[in-house]
């Protein structure tokens, strides 16, 4: 298993006056779904650019983004990313990206996705 670090600032406002515990956390429950969306972004990001490392020594090339995003729908909500695509040798056309995290074209996933 490889590490991986990611370092994520978030930008939260806060009452000078009264701050106290459980409105802290009602304002990040409030944002929960915002921040998980923006962390798996960070997270595909960080993971294509690992995946496409790998695959140049073998002779593959980039070859720019998809034209449509890739649709996921995660319980935080709809995430909308372009996967990177590369070229082998061969000339054939792949994503890394969905290469490596096994993901069927075409496959809706539903919302619970493993929490059966």
Not at 72 to 91: C, H, K, T, V, W
């Amino acid at each position: 298993m490889d590490d991986l670090e990611i370092k994520i600032a978030i930008t939260n406002k806060v009452p000078k006056n009264n701050l106290k515990l459980n409105g802290l956390l009602r304002g990040l429950e409030r944002d929960r779904d915002e921040i998980m969306r923006n962390l798996l972004v960070t997270l595909f990001q960080a993971l294509e650019e690992k995946a496409k490392e790998e695959y140049s020594p073998s002779g593959c090339v980039r070859d720019g983004h998809q034209s449509n995003r890739c649709v996921f729908r995660p319980s935080s909500g709809e995430i909308r990313y372009r996967l990177a695509q590369m070229r082998d040798r061969n000339g054939a056309i792949f994503c890394p990206l969905a290469t490596k995290l096994k993901v069927e074209p075409y496959r809706q996933y539903p919302v619970s996705m493993g929490m059966e």
